[in-house]
């Protein structure tokens, strides 16, 4: 814990930033948070960061969540292009995996910083990236064809032909580049494609996204978790995501815990356990059953369980959401809501003010707590405005939340900037393995 809390210290020094800290009111981010107040007031009193805010008005806000908070988003299949490169590609450290026909591994790198099709389209949904692919290359090869023209001389005026010669040996080496980045894009998409036909990802993304939305499709969702053309893997996961939103003790809940047998084998997603001890025969489920159980115990109201610790605000207002997409509203995922309760301006207010709006709002500050590491004061998040976030996960961040969190920002007009980091990217796939290995040690 105390490496998170000096990774984010060092990010803050580097921006010479002070910002206020919010963060949840339970589990590992209250802790980090705590210590990272204690750690920025120290930089302050030794001078290595500046004081230079002399009110909470303005000043950015750092907010710490942990990934308990929302589990179902981070387990949901994603369809942009850049979710893709890291659940299907398993993009790390700017490297992806691209499997070919002949069955054989070939990594690719990808620069996000300098690659114009991965900044143009990586929040892009996969349907429109061939399609983007063509026409990217379309435009390379006429731009190399008039350049080509231009080059080839001919005429009587041999200053003009050095011209261009010149620019087309300037030219040249980023033409190559581009040429390499579109033919790696395309390489990438053919695989992609391929996967996605393989474990029906569309399938699966458009009726999790429905359930995270509060739109259950029940014969769908009774399809895919019987179909033995998916796999395990991904049918565990829509199901858990179908358990998580659904509401405990809810018609719909009783339907989801119906499914529970069609993924219910004893199939090991982590192998380094012991092999000794006989894995449950779906681990990530019985911890899940776990946390809920225990978070009801602790509080012993059902109502406050979904608001206590662990299990977060996401569940806590999916009636919320699913109303906002009934009136053909733009649906936020659960931490873009906050933010967006936290970044309030005067728009933000008078968006908040009609009924249950209003009562979203009041509920979304009421997860968090703020204090001030200058002074080491709590902070009323109600009377402060922020126009700078930075957002950071503990527990693995979601390539989902990156993206939706960027869709908000766009929408802002250039009024508020987000930022988001974590302690690791983590896939769906991997988040499922991480509940499987906490389900099994429950048997210990």
Not at 55 to 72: E, F
Not at 142 to 167: F, H, K, V, W
Request: charge should be negative.
């Amino acid at each position: 814990m105390n490496s998170i809390v000096e990774g984010v210290c060092h990010v803050l020094m580097s921006l010479d930033m002070l910002p206020i800290i919010a963060h949840s009111k339970t589990g590992a981010a209250e802790e980090v948070a705590r210590r990272l107040s204690v750690r920025l007031s120290d930089a302050v009193k030794e001078g290595s960061l500046s004081d230079s805010t002399s009110s909470s008005y303005g000043r950015p806000l750092i907010l710490l969540v942990d990934r308990t908070s929302d589990i179902a988003t981070a387990l949901h299949h994603p369809f942009t292009y850049r979710g893709l490169l890291v659940e299907v590609g398993g993009m790390r450290l700017n490297k992806c995996t691209v499997r070919g026909a002949d069955g054989n591994d070939e990594v690719v790198e990808i620069d996000p910083d300098r690659d114009n099709f991965y900044l143009e389209n990586a929040a892009r949904e996969f349907g429109v990236i061939g399609e983007n692919i063509q026409e990217a290359l379309a435009a390379y090869k006429a731009e190399y064809q008039a350049l080509a023209e231009q080059s080839a001389g001919g005429g009587d005026d041999s200053y003009s032909d050095a011209n261009a010669m010149s620019r087309l040996l300037a030219t040249a080496p980023l033409l190559a580049e581009e040429k390499r980045s579109l033919d790696t894009h395309a390489k990438l998409a053919y695989s992609f494609l391929r996967v996605i036909q393989d474990r029906l990802l569309d399938h699966f993304h458009g009726v999790e996204s429905g359930i995270l939305r509060g739109n259950m499709d029940r014969a769908e969702v009774t399809r895919l978790l019987g179909s033995s053309n998916c796999s395990l893997e991904d049918r565990q996961r829509l199901f858990l995501i179908a358990y998580l939103m659904a509401a405990p003790g809810s018609e719909e809940a009783a339907f989801v815990e119906k499914q529970a047998p069609l993924l219910e084998r004893n199939v090991s997603l982590a192998p380094e356990l012991d092999t000794k001890r006989a894995p449950t025969s779906f681990p990530a489920f019985q911890y899940l059953k776990h946390l809920r159980s225990w978070t009801v115990n602790k509080t012993g109201d059902q109502a406050a369980a979904n608001e206590g610790a662990g299990w977060g605000f996401a569940q806590q207002f999916v009636k919320n959401i699913a109303s906002s997409l009934a009136r053909g509203a733009e649906v936020d995922l659960p931490l873009t809501k906050l933010v967006s309760a936290l970044s309030q301006d005067a728009a933000d207010v008078t968006s908040y003010q009609s009924g249950q709006e209003a009562t979203l709002r009041q509920k979304l500050l009421d997860t968090v707590a703020a204090v001030d590491p200058r002074n080491r004061k709590t902070v009323n998040l109600h009377h402060v405005r922020f126009s700078q976030t930075l957002v950071f996960t503990i527990g693995g961040g979601s390539i989902a939340e990156y993206d939706d969190l960027k869709r908000w920002e766009s929408t802002r007009g250039g009024s508020k900037s987000v930022y988001y980091g974590c302690t690791s990217i983590v896939s769906g796939e991997e988040l499922l393995k991480q509940l499987s290995i906490l389900g099994s040690d429950l048997q210990k």
